[in-house]
């Protein structure tokens, strides 16, 4: 019966004893053995967040394909569902708890002059159009009309070069970014740097997650009204926000290919107050890390999901559900960094999120690497898949965000989209004559 419980190769990440002492502590263990218990019940839930196109019932023949004579009698779509309503979300939370955090690399991607660069964003993920839904995920009123689909909101504090979970929230989406954001807060440590965009520079936020130990680096409106307290050397200045002192910086970015130049003016505020240890022109560069966390909602929501609605149909078991993806997305990026940190100078960004994904659902089906041979590999199969296919180094980003695809034809934007690469210099101007 406890056969099919295993991820694959990953499941030495989470191995048995660790999804044992979850249900230990959450008071989940089965009082009798069942066809699906409860341990079985957790791998399934991880293994249908990496197999997101495929119901339960199919998720489980993954599971037993490469079992051969161990496989047990196949449970009916009625004893999986009951299976996961017996489970309940909590041991998944404390799954997940367990495993997020930033990845341990000796890698020097995520790092700047000795503070972890971490980044945080929101975004949304449709759950089905239920009456049980409905009564806590509303639709959300979008630009072109009502949401078809009742939406969750999901706030993540990332760690910028792995690209690693260190905290996530979610809920409503009739919940505000801001608020979910305030209680990442707690996530936070003194000798983190964060990232975020001009949806949290709000003054209250700002002291809200500065009093945590971190520092900061925000974004914010380049017309608003900052009096300057002290003026700096390299142009920028202090001003205070609230509690808070800030150093203000303004900057203009250019960049420039074979089609021209485009300028944007950006405004910068920090709470690295030292012009000398901390540039403002490698501020304004490091800035640009931000998209880690954009890059990592592109590979739950499209890689994993493929832009697919959620399974559940309770609330409960949506909040299962999303702490079972999470979990399956922070352990497919520990897999990862594993891989690249065995090849010293290999760039974090370079390892294919799409290549792990495939190779982690390959070593479900065979039921390989389960447990782990005398020598230890921390590489492992999916490691050298990863490392086999390195994606080259970043390149100059120099189009502007747009939608590619539309939500419908009717709305098309960007009908003619420029996909051309072009060879870009990037100018930062500092400005000197703020208010």
């Not at 990442?184 to 997650?209: E, I, P, T």
């Not at 089906?365 to 921390?378: P, R, S, W």
């Not at 990863?386 to 080259?392: A, H, I, M, R, T």
């Amino acid at each position: 019966m406890f056969a099919p419980g295993h991820l694959g190769e990953l499941t030495r990440i989470i191995p048995f004893e660790m999804v044992d002492e979850v249900l230990a502590q959450t008071g989940a263990v089965q009082r009798r053995i069942r066809l699906v218990p409860a341990r079985v019940t957790v791998y399934l839930l991880l293994a249908a967040a990496l197999f997101a196109g495929l119901g339960y019932r199919q998720v489980f023949d993954r599971l037993c394909a490469g079992l051969a004579d161990l496989a047990p009698v196949r449970p009916s779509g009625s004893a999986l569902r009951q299976a996961r309503q017996r489970l309940g979300p909590a041991p998944m939370k404390a799954l997940f708890d367990l495993v997020r955090g930033p990845a341990a690399t000796i890698a020097a991607a995520g790092r700047w002059r000795g503070l972890r660069v971490v980044a945080v964003d929101g975004t949304l993920l449709s759950v089905p159009d239920c009456p049980a839904n409905l009564a806590v995920f509303a639709r959300q009123r979008l630009g072109n009309g009502i949401s078809g689909y009742p939406q969750l909101r999901l706030a993540m504090l990332v760690a910028c070069g792995t690209r690693s979970v260190i905290g996530a929230v979610f809920g409503p989406a009739t919940t505000g970014e801001l608020e979910y954001v305030r209680r990442l807060a707690a996530d936070l440590r003194a000798g983190m740097l964060l990232l975020g965009d001009r949806n949290f520079a709000a003054a209250d936020l700002l002291n809200r997650l500065a009093a945590s130990g971190a520092d900061l680096l925000v974004r914010c409106k380049s017309g608003r009204k900052l009096p300057p307290v002290a003026r700096c050397r390299d142009g920028s200045f202090l001003a205070r926000l609230g509690g808070l002192t800030v150093r203000v910086i303004d900057a203009e970015i250019s960049i420039a290919t074979s089609r021209g130049t485009r300028t944007g003016h950006y405004r910068l505020l920090t709470t690295l107050t030292d012009p000398a240890s901390h540039p403002a022109a490698e501020l304004v560069r490091l800035y640009h890390e931000r998209w880690e966390v954009e890059t990592a909602y592109a590979e739950l929501k499209s890689t994993i999901l493929g832009g697919r609605v959620l399974r559940a149909r309770t609330p409960q078991g949506i909040e299962q559900e999303v702490w079972a993806l999470l979990t399956a997305y922070q352990v497919l990026r520990t897999a990862m960094t594993d891989a690249t940190d065995s090849v010293p100078g290999t760039d974090p960004d370079r390892a294919g999120f799409t290549t792990a994904l495939a190779a982690a659902r390959d070593q479900l089906v065979l039921a390989a690497g389960i447990t782990a041979d005398t020598v230890i590999d921390l590489v492992g199969v999916i490691g050298r898949h990863v490392l086999g296919q390195l994606l080259p180094a970043r390149r100059v980003r120099t189009k502007d965000r747009i939608v590619k695809r539309a939500i419908s034809k009717y709305n098309a934007r960007g009908p003619a989209i420029d996909r051309t690469t072009y060879k870009a210099t990037i100018n930062i101007n500092m400005l000197t004559d703020s208010p």
